[in-house]
T-cell receptor
């Protein structure tokens, strides 16, 4: 079974600085994907970025990038130039079966990021 | 392109009642998943539907059920509501299993 561990319940960062949110995972699959979602106080889960286990390059999407270390089973999210609107819960997630017929996300407990002005 | 739409956004029900939540996926998406989010248990998978068939089910009692229609819209039903069913219920749609899922804004259910 898949498992996601996010060890930082809360993080603080100053506006315009970079922040790293930790995520470690456990899976027996050889091929898998990892996702990061942002959940503001409104409740909607917003897809940010994904990393495929066989992708040679670390994923990047604008100010978001993934520090993917496959051997250590870690997929940390890096947010550069933090903005006040980045204040939210951030979840790391892994699907049950990557590119298979089944699809079930296992989420971590999340990290509450607060960006200070 | 419209996103995932969940209705209603907020709901208050009494213990013992039943409730039906609705989810309209992104056009062209045939997979719809449901998740329950509570402060204590976090995000938990309820079930997934693809082309009107339930393909996966999480560890929830039989009071939780769902269905998917031919237009991919999905409903979930909770019967005999308990206080512990108070949660944010999120629906996610994807083109097919394995791609990223896009979530709706959720339905916040309060059971009193």
């Amino acid at each position: 079974a898949q498992k996601i561990t996010q060890t930082q319940p809360g993080m603080f960062v100053q506006e315009k600085e970079a922040v790293t949110l930790d995520c470690t995972y456990d899976t027996s699959d050889q091929s898998y994907g990892l996702f990061w979602y942002k959940q503001p106080s409104s409740g909607e889960m917003i897809f940010l970025i994904y990393q495929g286990s066989y992708d040679e390059q670390n994923a990047t999407e604008g100010r978001y990038s993934l520090n993917f270390q496959k051997a250590r089973k870690s997929a940390n999210l890096v947010i550069s130039a933090s903005q006040l609107g980045d204040s939210a819960m951030y979840f790391c997630a892994i699907p049950l079966s990557w590119r298979g017929s089944n699809y079930k996300l296992t989420f971590g407990k999340g990290t509450l990021l607060t960006v200070n002005p | 392109k419209a996103g995932v739409t969940q209705t209603p956004r907020y709901l208050i029900k009494t213990r013992g009642q039943q409730v039906t939540l609705s989810c309209s996926p992104i056009s062209g998406h045939r997979s719809v998943s449901w998740y329950q989010q509570t402060p204590g248990q976090g995000l938990q998978f309820l079930f997934e539907y693809f082309s009107e068939t339930q393909r996966n089910k999480g560890n929830f009692p039989g009071r939780f059920s769902g269905r998917q229609f031919s237009n991919s819209r999905s409903e979930m039903n909770v019967s005999t509501l308990e206080l512990g069913d108070s949660a944010l219920y999120l629906c996610a749609s994807s083109i097919k299993g394995g791609t990223e899922a896009f979530f709706g804004q959720g339905t916040r259910l309060t059971v009193v």
